[in-house]
């Protein structure tokens, strides 16, 4: 069963999958179209819509005094209003909706409506918002020992600043909703959200409706990365407020554009790290202060913030260490969720402290990761208290250095940039440990309901949602061994939360460990419903011989008694059977993560249930007269536990990888000096082609590592991939630091573009020339 | 040329006839549009209405000769619906057949080629297109095809794995069991449908078969707006939304997609794709066979003439400064008659030419390689392929013995508009191509331009490289 392919693959290869945007609707069908704030920071004077009204085609225009609930998207904090009434916190802050018969209709209408603005001194970058303080929350602190002291007894100091750009999501499928009104008060909402919950309830709070008037259902995604957590919300209740507004259905798809604009990103992160070692390279103190961009409102800006410092170790034992957290406002789009959550932020910190020791004892880089790794016992427990269990970077370093040849290449690598001024080669090996929960304790549940019908197949609820990651499948797996019958016996649902209530965003890896737990759950309990009938009804035509429970097994789709073999009767049939004798086949099924739990305030506990591990070597070949990169290798072994599903997850871990690769390289978002984002279409925005793919990409899988603390031995895999490509950014820097003979600290940043290499290559030629 | 207001084309394996202005169809219609505007057809996606993802790709098939077809992958949001008369459609839809998937679906199943799926009917379709051209394509050729598709899923591996593993069956299918059918139907529209004329609303547009029909539509329409691949042209109905009034439309002119080969050198019809003259060109002009390599995507270079880039003139056309090296000229044709212009003197400002209204550029000839010549192209941008450029260079160097006589340094990106840097040209004539001389050029290049800063770069990085072209053009040429 390890590499079913994913369950929708015939229809994504068709055609046949559809999406929110190919969901036939009758002719009533009208189109939503948002219009948005040109400023980034403005007083709203007047909106003037009555021209706009009269256009042929047009059926409503909603403006925030029309919100019949509240107007608030925020799904933490209540500081994101739905429509802006006042005043236009970002460009791209949604102002007027307007439902019409087709997009022309929708922007004819659209440039007739006039909005008068003030303009206002607007905040636009991070470093304007830590001058003036604008802090979003107060600042967090997350220590063990005593850094300062230590710092102070350190043979060796360097401080340093690591600055980390935006990332666009450019998921394939822009954020999309269809709101269909049902009679009365009902509205249907189908929308391309990790977080159909959340949706109903934001949808739920604009229309002023109970959450039993509203359902949510979400198919599928075409790639979410986190940007349909919480802002997939957004579409949603406008589409709902233009379907409340007309009594017809409302489509919106926001134009790629739009949607780029529109819409938050990854945090920006401005990270200052001050950190103290020995001759070896050892840490023995290290300060790091984090700085967030967190946008216009606070969105997930803060547990963002919390899972960066709770990275900002990634894979070393640090004996004294501080972490400040601070999350900014700027007049930006709020920036939001994306694969990682911050973690990726705190480990570029950590890797680049790293990087600093070993070019300044002019050791290999590699070696001065491998004597500060976690180890067991004391040096085993981070910075904020959780102790690192069934820790595997030993044995990853190890494999991996082998299977890579990592030494071996090094000294090529060296013997290369020797021989050659115009090409430097850069060689890199990192490492990422990942801790999987939500580090919002109670989160960490999930929800099932499985039916089985009279014909004995199977259909599976949970509230997890499928973005591509292949969630439905591995249920699927797991349903079917859970259950002991087939793959084709096993539907899984579109999830709708009119099925499933109240559950969690998919997010933060989890949706395996999580939806996975709680189908398990209600299987066990249709199982014994189950085996209890069919140990009575196989005991009446044996009353001397009575059959026993524990001995009934479902396997194969067929149920006997293990004592009795002969005595057996096929799933199909039984169902029939217990429907006639009065036994319910549904169940719900519910897990909540147990031990876990930790104190936010101190920073001190074990937020996460257990850590995911993996490391990469990459080598780059630099055209150091353009600052062209050429990914030549990456290695990879990562860790997964017991795979539910290898092609599943080496995907997960191959895509993670490429999505990081384009956030250290190519994928570069500006914003003009009136906030008005530059790079908003994929003409100026560049996540990787299949040209940018390393040419030599090897993706193996840790064997013989099972994780005792997940469904089936597994682990989760989302994530923590998209942090390897650090090892790709590494070997740019190791290159460029080769044009000095690495007696230079290379200026960098992340992303990497061309343009940051040609300049800092330039910068070291001058100080050589010197 | 006859009034019509209808289209006609195949598709779903039955003729399709499209009345333009009725059906909502207007002439500006993408076929993307229209395929997503049916109810059978949601399979093609749309991921950015600019040409830059290939969600939306199709393959269009048109008769190669009287039994073969050519499958091409196009991005169907670039295309305006009356540019398929006359074509077969092939979407998506059409691949698996009685329950059975096509093979290039059968590896991308088994090999997790697909995640959310939302890329995978484009890459489904580019892999149809390499599938019925290329058996057992390399690693390379694989990778060129898929360029134009984005996937933000998968990391792209088990695509080019599945993209090996299903192209290899010479092509065959059941699309090729169907060939000479469809090249009957085909027929049978072209029979009766020549050129197009099209009015709906406030729009006009047409679509000559005759050379002499468009220039002399030219001539008595100067206003009209000249369309061939339309890859410049639909993103202003795209992305910005206008209306575009008059249009006339050449692709269908055969006259413009010849190759005349004489002693000296090659004219290359202005009509010609792309992919076509990049093709051609591999071996008799390697440095436009480099830049066109990194043009676009496969799907773009199908659809992108010659003449569109250069009638483009922008200041960032990838075609324009390695044409200046190779000393091409533009030929113009009007009703008049045809006159031919040096590429280093048709640009003479922002996307200004010397193109009269009543002009169409219908080719460019290039001169045969001098072999006291060096020629070299080079792009610079972001991303290396399906990418614009931050800046471009084609250079040339002409020796007399040890010297150099002459000089094209063409810069794009640079300016306003595709420049010379003829302070360094100066420079380099009648000394000896050393390493110092060319370290000197570059500062000379460095000095002689004022670029802006934007999206893709800032100046400072724009001049640096552009100096450092100089350094790398002479490392290079060292052999
Ligand atoms: C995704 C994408 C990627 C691109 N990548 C590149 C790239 O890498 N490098 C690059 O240089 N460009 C690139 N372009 C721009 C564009 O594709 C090229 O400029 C292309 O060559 C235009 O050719 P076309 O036939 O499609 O032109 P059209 O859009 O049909 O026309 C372009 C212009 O030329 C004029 N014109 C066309 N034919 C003639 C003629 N025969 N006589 C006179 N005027 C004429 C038109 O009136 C119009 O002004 C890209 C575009 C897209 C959408
Ligand atoms: S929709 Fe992206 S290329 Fe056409
Ligand atoms: S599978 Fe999601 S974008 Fe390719």
Redesign the interface.
Known sequence: MKNI??D????????????I??I?VNTQLLYGHIMYSPHAYAKIKSIDISTASSVPGVHAIVLAKDIPGENQLGPVVHDEPCLADKEVICVGQAIVLIAAENA?CA?AAEKLIRIEFEPLDAILDLETAIQKNTLLAPPRTMQRGDADAALKKSKHILSGEVRTGAQE?????TQSCLAIPGEGHEMNIYSSTQHPSETQAIVAEVLGLPKNEIVVETR??????GGKETQANHTAAWAALLAHATRRPVSIRL???DDQKMTGKRHPYFIHYEVGFDDAGKIDALKFEQHADGGCATDLSIAILERAMLHADNAYFIPNMTVVGKAYKTNLPSNTAFRGFGGPQGVAGMETVIDRIARFLKKDSADIRKINFYETGERAITHYGQEVELNRLPVLFEELSLSSDYYQRRKEVDAFNARNE?YKKGLAFTPVKFGISFTTTFLNQAGALVNIYKDGTILVNHGGTE????LNTKIAQIAASEMGVSLDRIKVNATNTSKVPNTSATAASAGTDLNGMAVKNAIDILRARIVKLMASEFSKSYPAEASAEKDILIKDNTIFDNQYPERKISFAEAMTLANLQQVSLSATGFYATPNIGWDKQKGWGKPFNYYAFGMSVSEVLL?T????VRHLRTDILHDVGDSINE??D??QV??????GLGWCT?E?I?WDSKGNL??H????Y????????PED?R?QLLQNAPNPNAIRKSKAVAEPPLMLAFSSWLAIKDAISAVGDHAYEPSFRLPA???VI??SI?EIKKKKNQ | MQENSEITFLQDGEIRTIRIGKDGFSPTTTVLNYLRASAEHKGTKEGCAEGDCGACTVVIAEPHSDSRLKYTAIDSCLVFLPMLQGKQLVTVENLKKDNQYHPVQQEMIERNGSQCGYCTPGFIMSLLALYKTSNSPSKDEIQDALTGNLCRCTGYRPIVEAAAAACVHEGRDHFSEEEKNVIQKLKSISKDQNSIRLLSGNQIYVRPQQLEEALRFLSENPDALIVQGATDIALRVTKKHEVLGKILDLSALSALKEIKTADREFSFGAGMNLEDIRKYCENIFPPLYKMLSVFGSRQIRSLATFGGNIGSASPIGDTLPVLMALNARIELQSISGKREIPMTEFIIGYRKTQRQSNELISAVIIPKMNPNSIVRSYKVSKRKDLDISTLSGGFSLTFQGDFISAAVLAYGGMAERTKRAVTAENYLVGKKWTREIAEQAGEYVYSEFTPLSDTRSGAEFRRLAARNLMLKFWQDTQH
């Open positions: 392919p994913h929708s693959a015939g229809k994504h290869v068709s055609g046949q999958s559809v999406y945007d190919d036939l022309e922007r999501h450019w998921y394939l499928e599928r995604m075409g790639g979410a990365f134009f790629r554009d115009f973005m591509g990651q292949g055209d007269l353009t600052g062209y092609g599943l080496i995907g191959e895509g993670g990888f490429i999505q190519t570069e500006k530059l790079n279409s994929p003409d100026t560049k996540i990787p082609s299949v040209q940018d793919v990409f993706v573009t061309n343009e040609l300049l330039e």
